[in-house]
């Protein structure tokens, strides 16, 4: 389970998402749920409300990021173990969660995903 994380948080940080300028991430995130049977609801301030079934529990994440240095582009490497990011911010918060939620969604849990828009610069979603 964990390389399959990691592989979709490199996906992730291929597609450019800073704060208000994340609709490329946006599009793919409903495309992945709904190739994967859930239901996808966005709503005026694009948050992405992701649900199937019955679910009993919800999770929640921001998938917009912080772009410093040469961002949106992420150019990533490992050193000594940790994922790291030249000349730019990561974007693992929230990137990371969003990344387990994917996993999650490819397993076909039914639970609730909820990814909130723009919470780098205010909470806005």
């Known amino acids: 389970m964990q390389e399959k994380i990691i592989e979709h948080f490199m996906a992730l940080t291929k597609i450019p998402h800073c704060s208000q300028e994340a609709d490329k991430l946006l599009d793919y ?3 992945f749920a709904q190739k994967r049977g859930y239901q ?3 709503d005026e301030t694009k948050n992405i409300y992701i649900h199937k079934e019955n679910p009993k529990l919800a999770l929640q994440a921001h998938y917009d990021m912080v772009c410093m240095g040469k961002a949106p582009v992420v150019e990533t490497y490992i050193e000594e ?6 000349e730019s911010s990561l974007g693992a918060d929230n990137g990371m969660a969003i990344a387990m939620m994917m996993t999650l969604m490819d397993r076909g849990e039914a639970l609730e995903y909820v990814m909130t828009a723009d919470e780098e610069i205010g909470l806005i979603g």
């Open 29 to 31: 995130l409903e495309s």
């Open 40 to 42: 996808v609801e966005i």
């Open 81 to 86: 173990g940790w994922m790291m990011a030249k």
